[in-house]
């Protein structure tokens, strides 16, 4: 087994790394005072005039699955972006991940990616022009309209969202929130999933249109924290809509195939925040590295109690571990599909979270007091990361479908026990093991 880099690979990595490097890392305090001046749902100059040079460099659209040669009878090869396989951009993603606001700058940040890709992948060349032209162009920000406030909606099925046909115009009445991306003034498009048949099969009731979001009846009830939070610009609104009105030519694919739609969507949105995650992590192991080695506590360096070297190298070799999973499922989605990797899919979105989650907690802890204030950056990079055990859906849905891939493998295996050894009797809680 290989594991050395391509040249393309490397190539597209280290000038994502050089960017990055020149461009966003030096401008970080300008960011900042930019970000905490005045209204917070605003343009930041700053991320603006970068976005110029790495779309001048050649550094953009990245995540733009590379095309197949299967093209819809209407579409052309003017909507594709750099075409980088998965596995590729996972290398450039997690670059990105090391700075917060550096992905918009190569206008590779959700929910724009995975909206971006749902049009290219099923929209017609009307939607295309007027939606994913301006979204690639880095114009416009768009949203994604798919949790509800009064329904579990890790089961989508339940989404109560309805979306009726009346001549030529659906007109759509719910409630959505977590609804990323709301808040920025630039935010002209939401893809909104909800149900246009309640009489039809579980995986067939759910539909999803284009809402452009100046159409009357769209509220913004309020904008949602983060563990205090508010994610400004980007934020998560909660939103209401009341009798509005879209063109029936808004749906996307058709009719009942909202689902379908979704599951295309989140497989590469999974993974994208998975490849982020490990560049999150990989500052915060040099944060806690560089604090300890800093700071003398007990008449020697922090780093020297055994405790720390523990918590260190345990770092180091989870952030390797994931990465090596993250680059396994991204692969194996460029060479098999996404549905192939669902597995890899799985198991890296629920672990990759879980993993910057304790080694941001551990850099918090090194840092003592400074390390729950906003000083060091890590409060806000906890705070982020853990949304994402439930973003893309919660661990506990991909540890369901990963268990249950785990069962099926073993489907006719039965408790087989001595007739001779009745054994104690077994609750229903019990797991019978054979002999």
Request: glycine share 8%.
């Amino acid at each position: 087994m290989d594991f050395t880099l391509s040249e393309r690979e490397t190539y597209f990595r280290d000038r994502v790394k050089a960017f990055i490097d020149a461009e966003v890392t030096p401008r970080q305090d300008e960011y900042h005072r930019q970000h905490h001046e005045g209204d917070p749902w605003k343009v930041i100059p700053v991320v603006e005039e970068v976005k110029e040079r790495a779309r001048a460099a050649g550094l953009w659209n990245f995540f733009m699955p590379p095309h197949s040669g299967q093209h819809h009878v209407d579409d052309t090869f003017e909507f594709e972006g750099t075409q980088l396989t998965n596995l590729e951009y996972a290398l450039c993603a997690e670059e990105m991940g090391k700075i917060g606001w550096a992905s918009e700058v190569f206008n590779c940040s959700a929910p724009d990616t995975g909206n971006m890709e749902v049009l290219h992948r099923y929209g017609t060349r009307e939607q295309k022009e007027r939606w994913l032209r301006p979204l690639m162009n880095g114009e416009i920000r768009s949203v994604f309209l798919m949790t509800e406030p009064a329904v579990a909606s890790s089961d989508a099925t339940n989404i109560e969202t309805r979306i009726v046909r009346d001549g030529d115009h659906y007109v759509i009445n719910g409630r959505k929130w977590w609804s990323s991306g709301v808040g920025d003034p630039r935010c002209k498009v939401g893809i909104l999933m909800g149900k246009t048949n309640f009489e039809a099969s579980r995986h067939q009731q759910q539909s999803q249109v284009l809402v452009p979001m100046d159409t009357p009846g769209i509220k913004i009830e309020r904008m949602l924290s983060v563990y205090g939070y508010n994610h400004a610009p980007h934020g998560h609104g909660e939103v209401s809509f009341t009798d509005v009105r879209v063109p029936v030519e808004n749906v996307i694919l058709g009719e009942g195939r909202g689902f379908e739609i979704a599951q295309g969507r989140l497989g590469p949105g999974r993974i994208h925040h998975c490849m982020r995650t490990i560049g999150a992590a990989e500052v915060g192991l040099e944060k806690m590295a560089k604090r300890l080695l800093s700071r003398v506590a007990f008449g020697k360096r922090i780093s020297d109690h055994s405790v720390w070297e523990q918590r260190v190298a345990q770092a180091r070799i989870e952030i390797e571990m994931t990465r090596l999973l993250c680059l396994k499922a991204a692969q194996t989605m460029d060479v098999a599909g996404n549905k192939a990797a669902s597995q890899e899919i799985a198991m890296i979105k629920v672990f990759a979270p879980n993993m910057a989650l304790r080694i941001l907690d551990d850099a918090v802890q090194a840092h003592g007091g400074a390390g729950v204030a906003e000083d060091f950056g890590l409060a806000h990079a906890w705070a982020s990361q853990r949304t994402l055990r439930l973003a893309d859906g919660p661990d506990e849905v991909h540890a369901r479908a990963i268990a249950r891939n785990e069962f099926g493998k073993y489907g006719d295996w039965k408790v087989d026990r001595p007739s001779n050894d009745r054994g104690p009797e077994v609750s229903s809680g019990d797991i019978g093991v054979s002999r």
